[in-house]
């Protein structure tokens, strides 16, 4: 998610007969604590957006780089330097969650939680219908009833608001891809993203950089609180993903593919209770039909996992 947003996910967890229950525990504080990234990101207003994202970048580096030395394959790095196109493909995606990232940021920040959580909340059908364009994966006929009411739920959205869902489509098409691509990548979850923020360390220097030189570095006026907020971008970052990484390898994939729908919940709560964004007829309506497109979507996946057992 943004990872925010649970987007990191790892290799593909066999499918299990029963759901262990440490598994479920894992897996649930791992999403509800991307769900309650607005929260935080809200606390972190007085950065600007763009702040916000180069300090995430450069304090989850600093604590990611240690884990996945410590817990990741011995010589993973070596092994790495040796592939050019896996080190290309992985730079790719570090862009990809670097905007995913920034435009969510800024849509918290805008009080437009809201919107932000329907972009998490249709990207599971649209990373389907992208397996199916990209990887040539075949869609079962539930899976294309799901896809199609999610277009007509957009639809309603755009039509009833008078204007293209932008940010929640934006958030989905970046997560998306993302998710596709690391698909094809060889890293697991913990040392990809740390080879992703790697990547985007010499950028966010470089940012801080120019932001120093203008004059726009907001963090240098922080208090010795805010710096604690602002070092809480690392633990953030990397323990719902380790949570997630555990809870993954410990319950069924039609489990965890409920689960998922923890994070845009509390953030669509998180918008309409706390930010008083407004919930009104189209928007009720668009959002219920992406939540019928899910429920299809779910009860797909769970018949599929049941067939295989």
Do not use: C
């Amino acid at each position: 998610m943004s990872a925010g947003t649970p987007g990191h996910a790892p290799t593909p967890a066999p499918v299990l007969p029963t759901d262990a229950p440490s598994g479920l525990v894992y897996a649930s504080l791992a999403y509800a604590g991307w769900g309650l990234l607005p929260l935080y990101f809200q606390l972190l207003a007085f950065l600007g957006p763009v702040e916000i994202v180069i300090h995430r970048v450069l304090f989850s580096l600093l604590l990611l780089l240690p884990l996945a030395l410590w817990l990741g394959r011995p010589g993973w790095i070596g092994e790495l330097l040796k592939q050019p196109k896996v080190l290309a493909l992985y730079a790719l995606t570090a862009a990809l969650i670097a905007g995913n990232w920034l435009i969510f940021v800024w849509a918290v920040n805008s009080q437009q939680v809201v919107e932000a959580s329907l972009g998490y909340f249709i990207n599971p059908i649209v990373v389907v219908l992208a397996g199916s364009l990209i990887l040539k994966e075949r869609l079962r006929p539930r899976q294309w009833a799901a896809v199609a009411l999610a277009a007509v739920g957009v639809a309603v959205l755009t039509v009833g608001t008078g204007r293209l869902p932008l940010i929640a489509l934006a958030l989905t098409a970046t997560f998306a891809t993302y998710g596709v691509l690391r698909k094809l990548g060889p890293l697991g979850a913990l040392e990809g993203l740390t080879l992703e923020t790697a990547w985007l360390f010499p950028v966010a220097l470089i940012g801080l950089g120019v932001l120093l030189a203008l004059g726009q570095a907001a963090a240098l006026d922080a208090s010795a609180g805010q710096w604690a907020l602002i070092a809480l971008a690392g633990p953030l970052t990397a323990l719902p993903l380790l949570g997630f990484a555990a809870g993954a390898r410990r319950i069924r994939l039609a489990t965890l593919g409920l689960l998922q729908y923890i994070s845009p919940t509390m953030q669509l709560a998180i918008g309409v209770l706390l930010g008083g964004e407004p919930f009104g007829g189209p928007r009720q309506l668009g959002f219920g039909l992406i939540w019928a497109a899910l429920a299809i979507y779910s009860a797909d996946s769970w018949w599929a996992a049941r067939g295989r057992r």
